[in-house]
T-cell receptor, first 114, second 114 residues
């Protein structure tokens, strides 16, 4: 089956620093990838839709200057959390679309900002 | 805008007993429906989906869900659970006109007891 990887799986950073999370589709090309945020014991909230070669589309309430998304190739999308603060600590999950209504999810990245 | 409600946040169940996870949605247009499973500290895995055709859909590991348009529901069932079914289950909808963006319910935590 289709595999999506995320790197790193866990990251701890200090307040004020930036963190980059990578999402890769390993065995298929994905023109569209999605970034979600999941708080403990809560559901996933879509942050943005990442389209290869164009600007990401952010959901209402998501700061695009804080959460920078780059979809540089058909197999890689990156999410950079800029000037991270403790309230940005969360579980970030990406998914890649392999076809109509076919989304495969990465294992997630747990970000802790101290 | 569409929304998804999972009525039970937690469902404890004994091994080999049946389980039903309830999911209701609201949408003004036709929807596509999904159930995902999330094991601890992992990403989401697709369990089953309804796009069109038969309203009863089944997964390879014994789960089934029935799309009921009049009730706007997509409840998930399994006649006999295993310890390994302990996980978080998310119901999600996608609206065709909005592409493949998924809106998730709050999740139901299933705890299978021996």
């Amino acid at each position: 089956g289709a595999v999506v990887s995320q790197h790193p799986s866990r990251v701890i950073c200090k307040s004020g620093t930036s963190v980059k999370i990578e999402c890769r589709s390993l065995d298929f090309q994905a023109t569209t990838m999605f970034w979600y945020r999941q708080f403990p014991k809560q559901s996933l909230m879509l942050m943005a839709t990442s389209n290869e070669g164009s600007k990401a589309t952010y959901e209402q309430g998501v700061e695009k200057d804080k959460f920078l998304i780059n979809h540089a190739s058909l197999t890689l999308s990156t999410l950079t959390v800029t000037s991270a603060h403790p309230e940005d600590s969360s579980f970030y999950i990406c998914s890649a679309q392999s076809g109509p209504y076919e989304q495969y999810f990465g294992p997630g990245t747990r970000l802790t900002v101290t | 805008a569409q929304s998804v409600t999972q009525l039970d946040s937690q469902v404890p169940v004994f091994e080999e007993a049946p389980v039903e996870l309830r999911c209701n949605y609201s949408s003004s247009v036709s929807v596509y429906l999904f159930w995902y499973v999330q094991y601890p500290n992992q990403g989401l895995q697709l369990l089953l989906k309804y796009l069109s055709g038969s309203t009863l859909v089944k997964s390879i590991n014994g789960f089934e869900a029935e799309f009921n348009k009049s009730q706007t529901s997509f409840h998930l069932r399994k006649p006999s659970v295993h310890i390994s079914d302990t996980a978080e289950y998310f119901c999600a909808v996608s609206v065709g006109a909005a592409g493949n963006k998924l809106t998730f319910g709050g999740g139901t935590r299933v705890l299978v007891k021996p």
